[in-house]
Antibody
Framework: EVQLVESGGGLVQPGRSLKLSCAAS????????MAWVRQAPKKGLEWVAT????????YYRDSVKGRFTISRDNAKSTLYLQMDSLRSEDTATYYC?????????WGQGVMVTVSS | DIQMTQSPASLSASLGETVTIECLAS??????LAWYQQKPGKSPQLLIY???SLNDGVPSRFSGSGSGTQYSLKINSLQSEDVSIYFC?????????FGSGTKLEIK
């Protein structure tokens, strides 16, 4: 059974940093691209970033380029999202998803709140 | 960026009815279109991919159709467990954009 379990969320002040993790199991992690998708409270879904299977290429939405870094450790079957210079508009539930074109498996999500 | 215009924003129907949700892309996405179901308080679940392929385990009362810029999701014989928000999403080009969602309720 495919499982994706996010961790690392919480309350953080504007301008500070936070790192999310996503532990994957039930499939060969190193065979798949992975992504982060977020959902602001009571809002729609917004793709954030994707990393290909071996980590050699990454893709970001414009609003997070230069502030967020997606990475992976295939030996640990874990996906990461380093979020720097956080803004209030980054407040959302962040989902880890397997990016098998489409997003075919999702984690339960982790809440990130950016507020002073 | 490819814009995804989804309609209606909300929908109320009776048990057993058939409902249709539409999604319009701002340019041709060559059937790279997925539909997701998000139940209250849960993460999204994949229903349909490549416009008309049913994901494993999804009931056959769900179906997808369309091509080019116009796509639709049809739900036959509406069940109480279908109460959800439904999103379309294009996988043709980055950024991978979603529709704004359709909230489906039972009358």
């Amino acid at each position: 059974e495919v499982q994706l379990v996010e961790s690392g969320g919480g309350l953080v002040q504007p301008g500070r940093s936070l790192k999310l993790s996503c532990a994957a199991s039930g499939f060969t992690f190193s065979d798949y691209a992975m992504a982060w998708v977020r959902q602001a409270p009571k809002k729609g879904l917004e793709w954030v970033a994707t990393i290909i299977y071996d980590g050699s290429s990454t893709y970001y939405r414009d609003s997070v380029k230069g502030r967020f870094t997606i990475s992976r450790d295939n030996a640990k079957s874990t996906l990461y999202l380093q979020m720097d210079s956080l803004r209030s508009e980054d407040t959302a539930t962040y989902y880890c998803a397997r990016h098998s074109t489409p997003f075919d498996y999702w984690g339960q999500g982790v809440m990130v709140t950016v507020s002073s | 960026d490819i814009q995804m215009t989804q309609s209606p924003a909300s929908l109320s129907a009776s048990l057993g009815e058939t409902v249709t949700i539409e999604c319009l892309a701002s340019e041709d996405i060559y059937s790279n279109l997925a539909w997701y179901q998000q139940k209250p308080g849960k993460s999204p679940q994949l229903l349909i991919y490549y416009a008309n392929s049913l994901n494993d385990g999804v009931p056959s009362r769900f179906s997808g159709s369309g091509s080019g810029t116009q796509y639709s999701l049809k739900i036959n014989s509406l069940q109480s467990e279908d109460v959800s928000i439904y999103f379309c999403q294009q996988n043709y080009d980055s950024p991978f954009t979603f529709g704004s969602g359709t909230k489906l309720e039972i009358k």
